[in-house]
């Protein structure tokens, strides 16, 4: 795990935290807003959590063409989960609800 | 197992991939804003995310040609470009923790949708009683 410096390795924590923080904090806001269309937006943030586990097992291992694979895996799931926010969106836009 | 998967998956050249996640995240964006729902700082970190993206590949650029290496192994610039997405996702923390729920965009509309109670329970803000409710609650005619 040397691959990463001890400052990159906590910039990279402190991005994976927040954002679960993030999904939570998503959550929260749908309940004190009385709008529960919220929860989809926050299990459409998922995809993106799995995909930067995955980048960071791929950098705990010092970032080897052996894992190529992480890379490939974490960029469906960034595509994955850009799809999903995409579509947790849409059901957020007013017109649509009123409809 | 995960192995054997992982090593199929390593044919693939995850370049197209990630540009072609651009465009579902672009309409997430025009989405997000259009609803005016979103509290405006965590939109502002949701957009900020492209900033990340824009130095992100520039990072890597530069660590190709100026190094000869893949951006994650050239530690200072694979931090400082991480740390864009650190201050991104700080702000969409933020903006969803901090927002009170009844400050957003002003919408008409969305006083009379919202369940009621709502405002009520809302705490740190001043009555947001809609006109027409506030009205017949403190001076009844």
Redesign the interface.
């Known amino acids: 795990m040397h691959a990463l410096s001890l400052p990159t390795w906590w910039i990279h924590v402190a991005s994976v935290l927040e954002w679960m923080l993030a999904m939570v904090a998503v959550i929260r806001w749908g309940e004190r807003r009385g709008e529960t269309e919220w929860r989809w937006l926050a299990l459409a943030m998922l995809p993106a959590l799995v995909s930067a586990m995955a980048a960071c097992t791929w950098h705990l291992f010092d970032n080897p063409i052996e894992l190529q694979g992480l890379v490939v895996f974490q960029a469906g799931t960034t595509l994955l989960g850009n799809v999903a926010l995409a579509a947790a969106a849409w059901t957020l836009l007013p017109e649509r609800s009123q409809s | 197992m995960t192995v054997v ?6 044919a ?4 197209p ?2 540009v ?6 672009l ?2 964006l ?3 804003a ?6 405006p700082l ?1 939109l502002r970190g949701f957009q900020f995310t492209l900033v990340f993206v824009a130095v992100t590949i520039a990072a890597a650029v530069v660590a190709e040609l100026r190094f000869g290496q ?1 951006l ?2 050239v ?1 200072r610039l ?2 400082s470009a ?2 864009f ?2 201050v991104a ?2 702000l ?2 933020w903006g ?2 901090r ?1 009170e ?1 009844g400050q957003e965009p002003p ?1 008409p ?1 969305a006083s009379t ?3 009621s109670g ?1 405002q009520v ?2 705490t740190g803000v001043e009555p947001a009683v809609p006109p027409e409710d506030g009205a017949s609650v403190l001076d009844p005619e």
């Open positions: 998967g992982l090593g199929a998956l390593a693939v050249d995850p370049s991939l990630f072609l996640s651009l465009l579902p995240y309409a997430f025009r989405w997000a259009a609803s005016k729902r979103f509290p965590a893949q994650a192994d530690d694979h931090g991480e740390a997405l650190t996702n700080l969409v923390l969803f923790s927002a729920p919408d509309e949708t919202g369940p709502e329970l809302s």
